[in-house]
T-cell receptor
Framework: NAGVTQTPKFRILKIGQSMTLQCTQD?????MYWYRQDPGMGLKLIYY???????DKGEVPNGYNVSRSTTEDFPLRLELAAPSQTSVYFC?????????????FGPGTRLTVT | KNEVEQSPQNLTAQEGEFITINCSYS?????LHWLQQHPGGGIVSLFM???GKKKHGRLIATINIQEKHSSLHITASHPRDSAVYIC?????????FGTGTRLQVFP
């Protein structure tokens, strides 16, 4: 099993551009999450999904959108990129509720917006 | 003040030393996670506990719900233990992450 994969690993965007961060898991997990990690800060939840077709906002959803058309994929869309979105983005998945179960993390995407 | 505080922020040790990383929190919780973030950035879940103590290899995690405190111990530390260790607490329907403790173990 590849686990949780994320692409790209690195990306530089200009202000106002848009992009999609890809996340795929092959563990048949229902729950998937997107986090951002800023220097010196704890991980913050952007969006999560409890199954295909169901998504919900986390703590810091502004400026992002997600979709979950399949169990495997959970892409994160950035519209009108801003310097405040410079961060490392992690996708994660869990078999059930990730509060009570282990979450499996992808390798991260380092995004710089200039 | 952050709801989850870890100490120390940075820790250096010689190989073989016993390591303790602390996590204190100010909210009511139902469980606590310890995670390890490798130098390359990857994050791995180490433990989830809601009471008492758990052990996995050289790693031991304890929690005292009444004192709102958890510790992660590493016995016989090794350079490959060098990483950032992150504590996260489950409160209501949220997971709140600490900022991590950066550990460096030198040969």
């Amino acid at each position: 099993n590849a686990g949780v994969t994320q692409t790209p690993k690195f990306r530089i965007l200009k202000i106002g551009q848009s992009m999609t961060l890809q996340c795929t898991q092959d563990m048949n997990h229902n729950y998937m999450y997107w986090y951002r990690q800023d220097p010196g800060m704890g991980l913050k939840l952007i969006y999560y999904s409890v199954g295909a077709g169901i998504t919900d906002k986390g703590e810091v959803p502004n400026g992002y959108n997600v979709s979950r058309s399949t169990t495997e994929d959970f892409p994160l869309r950035l519209e009108l990129a801003a310097p405040s979105q410079t961060s490392v983005y992690f996708c994660a998945s869990s078999y059930a509720d990730g509060l009570s179960y282990e979450q499996y993390f992808g390798p991260g995407t380092r995004l710089t917006v200039t | 003040k952050n709801e989850v505080e870890q100490s120390p922020q940075n820790l250096t040790a010689q190989e073989g030393e016993f390591i303790t990383i602390n996590c204190s929190y100010s909210v009511g919780i139902s469980a606590l996670h310890w995670l390890q973030q490798h130098p390359g950035g990857g994050i791995v879940s180490l433990f989830m506990l809601s009471s008492g103590k758990k052990k996995h290899g050289r790693l031991i995690a304890t929690i005292n719900i009444q004192e709102k405190h958890s510790s992660l111990h590493i016995t016989a530390s090794h350079p490959r233990d060098s990483a950032v260790y992150i504590c996260a607490v489950v409160t209501g329907d949220k997971l709140i992450f600490g900022t991590g403790t950066r550990l460096q173990v030198f040969p």
